[in-house]
Nanobody, 125 residues
Framework: QVQLGESGGGLVQAGGSLRLSCAAS????????MGWFRQAPGKEREFVTA????????LYSDSVKGRFTISRDNAKNAVHLQMNSLKPEDTAVYYC??????????????????WGQGTQVTVSS
């Protein structure tokens, strides 16, 4: 099973940017569909974005489309999430996840087998 670890979270003002990274170990990420999810206090974990194995296909939630960009570097076994025009409602713990099926990009958390520990993103108004 692949081990995942997120970094890059922090406190930023509304309108600012952050870049999250997800580093993998134990397995190569090139055979996995990768996703980012987030969970705000008192809310369920929600889908943010996903990327296909080669990086050629991406999927975004409506709430982040046009502001967030997912990318991957299979050579470095890493996935990134560039977050621009951040809003207070983006405040959450962000999780990186890997889907070993590697076929279709899913919005469903139960399709992802491996998860990181999460990184906190706080957007102040």
């Amino acid at each position: 099973q692949v081990q995942l670890g997120e970094s890059g979270g922090g406190l930023v003002q509304a309108g600012g940017s952050l870049r999250l990274s997800c580093a993998a170990s134990g397995r190569t990420l090139s055979s996995y569909v990768m996703g980012w999810f987030r969970q705000a206090p008192g809310k369920e974990r929600e889908f943010v974005t996903a990327i296909g194995r080669t990086g050629g296909n991406t999927l975004y939630s409506d709430s982040v489309k046009g502001r967030f960009t997912i990318s991957r570097d299979n050579a470095k076994n890493a996935v990134h999430l560039q977050m621009n025009s951040l809003k207070p409602e983006d405040t959450a713990v962000y999780y990186c996840a890997a889907d070993r099926r590697g076929t279709t990009m899913s919005r469903r958390s139960y399709n992802y087998d491996s998860w990181g520990q999460g990184t906190q993103v706080t957007v102040s108004s």
